[in-house]
């Protein structure tokens, strides 16, 4: 066990944190699981194992909690391999036109400063290991939506993960944006059978992560076939 990755996921408690802690454990990774409630995260560790899983409760809006987090991994596993910072929130309706000005800016403490936080927090751990940062996006972040102050969101994600990337060149870190269409998670009210699975994009993370050194996956757009031309 000395030996094995050891992989931080934030946004973990449920959808495609959930479904890539159970794919990243799968292929032997060691897990560090963060998300703003525990309760979720500790059942999780129960089920999927408790001596390869370290759990904690993390606001990523919160810079010193993402610390703490980072802090603790290290503390329990010596290192970190790689980081998957993909905790994420939606918006509300209404566009520029009529959405709460409230409800922007959670949309950006959550989906831009959290994951510049976490980027910073787990920084020089992911240095030292030479490792991985995987960043969830969106093909939202790459396609004009009508008022979308969440498509901004995530246009921001790509800059930042382009503008990473240009800062980690040479260290052998590697970068990746993953970038879903919509996926059929708790993030919307209703199901979306015609959606991606979370099981989908977790598959996409480790594509990404399990390539050998000398390959780097940039990015990676995961859409849903379209009805009927399966």
Same mark, same amino acid.
């Given at each position: 066990?000395?030996?094995? $990755?050891?992989?931080?996921?934030?946004?973990?408690? +449920?959808?495609? &944190?959930?479904?890539?802690?159970?794919?990243?454990?799968?292929?032997?990774?060691?897990?560090?699981?963060?998300?703003?409630? %525990?309760?979720? !995260?500790?059942?999780?560790?129960?089920? /999927?194992?408790?001596? #390869?899983?370290?759990? +904690?409760?993390?606001?990523? %809006?919160?810079?010193?909690?993402?610390?703490?987090?980072?802090?603790?991994?290290?503390?329990?596993?010596?290192?970190?391999?790689?980081?998957?910072?993909?905790?994420?929130?939606?918006?509300? *309706? &209404?566009?520029?036109?009529?959405?709460? *000005?409230?409800?922007?800016?959670?949309?950006?403490?959550?989906?831009?400063?959290?994951?510049?936080?976490?980027?910073?927090?787990?920084?020089?751990?992911?240095? =030292?290991? #030479?490792?991985?940062?995987?960043?969830?996006? +969106?093909? =939202?972040?790459?396609?004009?939506?009508?008022?979308?102050?969440? =498509? @901004?969101?995530?246009?921001?994600?790509?800059?930042?993960?382009? =503008?990473?990337?240009?800062?980690?060149? &040479?260290?052998?870190? #590697?970068?990746?944006? !993953?970038?879903?269409?919509?996926?059929?998670?708790?993030?919307?009210?209703?199901? $979306?059978?015609?959606?991606?699975?979370?099981?989908?994009?977790?598959?996409?993370?480790?594509?990404? /992560? %399990?390539?050998? @050194?000398?390959?780097?996956?940039?990015?990676?757009?995961?859409?849903?076939? *379209?009805?009927? +031309?399966?």
């Amino acid at each position: 066990m000395r030996g094995d $990755k050891v992989l931080l996921i934030t946004g973990a408690s +449920s959808g495609i &944190g959930e479904a890539s802690a159970r794919a990243a454990l799968g292929a032997g990774y060691r897990l560090s699981l963060a998300a703003r409630g %525990t309760e979720k !995260l500790q059942a999780l560790a129960a089920e /999927l194992g408790d001596e #390869r899983v370290h759990v +904690s409760g993390c606001d990523v %809006t919160d810079y010193r909690a993402v610390e703490a987090a980072v802090e603790a991994t290290l503390e329990r596993f010596g290192r970190i391999d790689a980081v998957f910072a993909n905790a994420g929130r939606g918006g509300e *309706p &209404g566009g520029f036109s009529a959405a709460p *000005p409230e409800s922007w800016r959670a949309i950006l403490d959550v989906n831009v400063l959290g994951v510049a936080h976490t980027l910073r927090a787990s920084m020089d751990a992911i240095r =030292a290991s #030479r490792g991985h940062f995987v960043l969830t996006g +969106s093909v =939202a972040g790459r396609r004009v939506l009508a008022g979308s102050m969440y =498509a @901004a969101s995530k246009w921001a994600v790509t800059a930042i993960g382009y =503008a990473l990337r240009e800062e980690l060149k &040479g260290s052998g870190v #590697r970068v990746t944006l !993953l970038e879903p269409g919509m996926v059929d998670t708790a993030f919307f009210d209703e199901p $979306k059978p015609d959606a991606l699975r979370a099981d989908d994009v977790a598959r996409c993370l480790m594509f990404a /992560l %399990t390539q050998p @050194a000398n390959v780097d996956v940039h990015e990676l757009v995961v859409l849903p076939t *379209p009805p009927g +031309s399966a």
